[in-house]
């Protein structure tokens, strides 16, 4: 299935020169439309991730929020998606998302890589960030986010404590800035397992689709 399409806004790239002798052969794809887009969070996010000198580009992703493409060896090697898709939610997103019907159909489409993927995209680690705190985001009337979404606390805090059961990595963290520092911790963690020798992890899976 197709993961990512053309369509670059910013990008750090690969051999940079000031980057991590072990991130030389991975890039992590950063949807367009994450932190509201670049009239939003977008271009802050990519701040942090320069600051860092960690490898991005910024894509229309048609599956998850974050994917990690790891660069194949040899001169005919194709480039693939390691097996792991993250999902970034504010708990503002995250009730919005419940109210339009987003929330489950997104869920749908990340366990859809596990059916068609094959190989090692059948344990695909499918990651949720949750950023903030619902309780500190209820809006006159008790909903959380907005008031016109009509979304309880309660229904909020139980559709995320019910990801895990889903079979959800879940990541709770604070802020952006908090959100950058664990998504940097599993790009480490990514480049680690699948740029080392003998790494099995699986085959191509992007291009322009």
């Given amino acids: 299935c197709s ?3 053309d369509g670059p806004l910013r990008e750090l790239a690969v051999g940079d020169g000031k980057m991590a002798a072990e991130l030389c052969n991975i890039v992590m794809g950063v949807d367009f439309r994450e932190g509201g887009g670049e009239r939003k969070a977008l271009h802050q996010l990519c701040d942090m ?10 894509r229309h992703l048609h599956i998850a929020d974050y994917v990690f493409f790891v660069r194949g ?10 097996p792991v898709l993250i999902e970034r939610k504010s708990v503002e997103d995250v009730a919005g998302s419940i109210r339009d019907g987003r929330w489950e159909a997104q869920q749908a489409r990340m366990k ?3 059916k068609l993927g094959g190989g090692a995209y059948a344990q695909c680690r499918l990651i949720y960030v949750l950023e903030g705190d619902a309780k500190q985001r209820r809006v006159h009337g008790g909903a ?24 959800f990595e879940v990541i709770k963290t604070t802020s952006l800035r908090d959100t950058c520092k664990a998504i940097s911790g599993i790009l480490r963690q990514v480049a680690a397992e699948c740029v080392s020798p003998g790494s099995t992890a ?5 291009g322009g689709g």
């Fill in 3 to 5: 993961i990512v399409a």
């Fill in 144 to 167: 959380v986010g907005r008031a016109n979404l009509h979304v309880s606390l309660e229904r909020v805090e139980n559709e995320m404590q019910a990801l895990s059961a889903k079979g």
């Fill in 112 to 114: 859809s890589v596990r």
């Fill in 73 to 82: 060896e040899g001169c005919c090697a194709r480039d693939r998606v390691a």
């Fill in 202 to 206: 699986g085959g191509a899976g992007g």
């Fill in 49 to 58: 991730l320069d600051a860092q000198r960690l490898p991005y580009l910024v």
